[in-house]
């Protein structure tokens, strides 16, 4: 599948890099919106389209045979607190606090969402920023 990956790089991405995952996102984290950076920080976010509020696209290939299919955002974030509850019994707020066992936690969640079979997640009404997001959580999918 095409997938867009809008960035304000002209640099296209040759190889992703979990470690940076919401490298951005994590600056504007406020109590509210916690389960949200979380999502940020499960894998590499692609678009059906072109997004006015970046200043490049980059076109990939996406194999996205294994993909859960959820929604939008609201699901999305309770699949993530599900999913991190199952792990460890934790509030959002103290998610907040502490930026890097919220960051450690997110790599559990993703590697039990491998375990589970799943390479990706669809977001079909992604509503922050319009159409369908793609977030690819084995980076072996992206050509």
Known sequence: MKAIHNTNSAIRIESFDMNRLGANTMANMNSDNVMLVAGSLLGVWFSDQILDCYSFAHQYEVNDVDFMVVDDLQELTGIIYGRIQDIE???????????????????????????????????????????????????????
């Not at 969640?109 to 491998?114: A, D, K, Q, T």
């Not at 992604?126 to 369908?132: A, V």
Request: glycine residues 8%; negative net charge.
């Open 89 to 143: 019994s934790i509030s959002e707020y103290e998610l907040f606090r502490n930026e890097t066992k919220l960051m450690d936690i997110m790599v559990q969640v993703r590697e039990s969402l491998i375990e589970d079979g799943y390479t990706g997640i669809y977001v079909n009404d992604d509503e922050e920023f319009g159409g369908t997001s793609l977030i690819v959580i084995d980076l072996d999918c992206i050509n």
